[in-house]
């Protein structure tokens, strides 16, 4: 069985701050790693994914992950967000390359205030 | 890219009666497609895995005969929520694999409110 933890349901920045998203997993089996972000009454956009290799991923819109495998976490981090930044983060783990039958965990809104 | 396109966007209907929701996969076929139901703010909990031309896979706890699901072509996946129930209310997505990738490309979900 695998499960997903986000450490922190909200998290309010202000504009040009930096930004670290918690995420830890447990799983008994290989994991595959993502992260997702959701704007309001919208699907889903994959922002970044760990599969193997490099453990320090780079996504879209000036997101970065590190997995760390002896913490069993897979934080989310940007170095200066952006008002547009403001939405729910999702972090999943799969256990298939495809990222196939997710299991995400509870969300985190970033909030972005200028 | 990979688009999928859900439709409708938004549905209000009235309490036992049905709602067919599609996702469709616009420039690729997608033999395989993932269907979430969403509650504010929450997760998004897997209902069933759709295999186009097979009967679909659902979750523990998900009842099938009343969320049916239809995979008929290769580019198209409906949902249709049977006797609907105000507790029926939520936000449901659909995702798509992309087969070359093996991606997930999700749709902008439904808005479905029954009163």
């Known amino acids: 069985a695998q499960s997903v933890t986000q450490l922190d349901s909200q998290v309010p920045v202000f504009e040009e701050a930096p930004v670290e998203l918690r995420c830890n997993y447990s799983?008994?089996?290989?994991?595959?790693l993502f992260w997702y972000v959701q704007y309001p009454n919208q699907g889903l956009q994959l922002l970044l994914k760990?599969?193997?290799?490099?453990?320090l991923v780079k996504g879209i819109n000036g997101f970065e992950a590190e997995f760390n495998k002896s913490q069993t976490s897979f934080h989310l981090r940007k170095p200066s967000v952006h008002i547009s930044d403001t939405a729910e983060y999702f972090c999943?783990?799969?256990?298939?390359?495809?990222?196939?039958?997710?299991?995400f965990g509870e969300g985190t809104q970033l909030t972005v205030n200028p | 890219g990979a688009v999928v396109s859900q439709h409708p966007s938004r549905v209000i209907c009235k309490s036992g009666t049905s709602v067919k929701i599609e996702c469709r996969s616009l420039?690729?076929?997608?033999?395989?497609m993932f269907w979430y139901r969403q509650f504010p703010k929450q997760s998004l909990m897997l209902m069933a895995t759709?295999?186009?031309?097979?009967?679909?896979?659902?979750e523990q706890g998900v009842e099938k005969d009343k969320f049916l699901i239809n995979h008929a072509s290769l580019t198209l996946s409906t949902l249709t929520v049977t006797s609907a129930h105000p507790e029926d209310s939520s936000f449901y997505i659909c995702?798509?694999?992309?087969?070359?990738?093996?991606?997930?490309?999700f749709g902008n979900g439904t808005r479905l409110t029954v009163t």
């Open positions: 420039d690729f076929q997608a033999t395989t």
């Open positions: 799983s008994s089996v290989s994991v595959y």
């Open positions: 995702s798509a694999r992309v087969p070359v990738s093996q991606g997930l490309h």
């Open positions: 759709s295999n186009e031309g097979s009967k679909a896979t659902y």
């Open positions: 760990y599969l193997s290799g490099s453990t």
């Open positions: 999943a783990v799969s256990g298939e390359t495809s990222g196939s039958r997710l299991t």
